[in-house]
């Protein structure tokens, strides 16, 4: 059996490992991207390919990480359980190591989100045609669940207000029935 102090020091070298050989890869990809095709400094990306990045970036961090289409590729790194709060199902990591890390990375929008700006940037040098179809795609429905969230939003904290004040009704039929 390990001392606390010798696990600590494998965790810590675990995660220093890990963290190095993910910048590693991202540093990898962002030289090649520099080094090929016509150089960096023929690569442009205007205001409209931002906003279309940051909608497509969006909204495919949520779908590598929350989206139950892509549980069968997180299935190994991740599990989804059941929030405590009873509000849904969480994804959390799985195993150790390099199985966790990346099982980390994929469960956080934001993180995976990171990594989807450097792949469509990349990608957009690469192959900026079906590239920036496939952002307009993205971005479209990025834009559409940003606008359902926002609704989802408001009425739920309209709901609540009225059950807070006691104005909901306790169905829809009692509400039909009132108004005939």
Known sequence: MQSPNSQLA??????????????????????????GGGGIENF????LDLVLLSFATFRLGRLIAFDRVAEPFRAPFTRTVKDLSGA?????????????AL???????????????????????????PTHAFLIMTA?????????????????TGTLNRARTGQIFN???????NDR
């Open 44 to 47: 442009r990306i205007d205001w």
């Open 88 to 100: 849904g199902s969480t994804v959390v990591p799985r195993g150790k190591g390099v199985q966790r």
């Open 171 to 177: 169905n829809r039929s009692e509400e039909d029935q």
């Open 10 to 35: 494998e965790a810590i070298t675990k995660i220093l490992l890990t963290l190095i050989f993910l910048g590693g890869v991202f540093w990898f990809v962002t030289v090649g991207a520099t080094l």
């Open 103 to 129: 099982g980390q990375l994929i469960s956080c929008p934001i993180c995976a989100g990171t990594w989807v700006a450097a792949g469509l940037v990349v990608l957009m040098y690469f192959f900026p045609g």
């Open 140 to 156: 479209v429905i990025g834009g559409a669940e940003l606008i359902h969230n926002a609704t989802e939003a408001f009425c739920w």
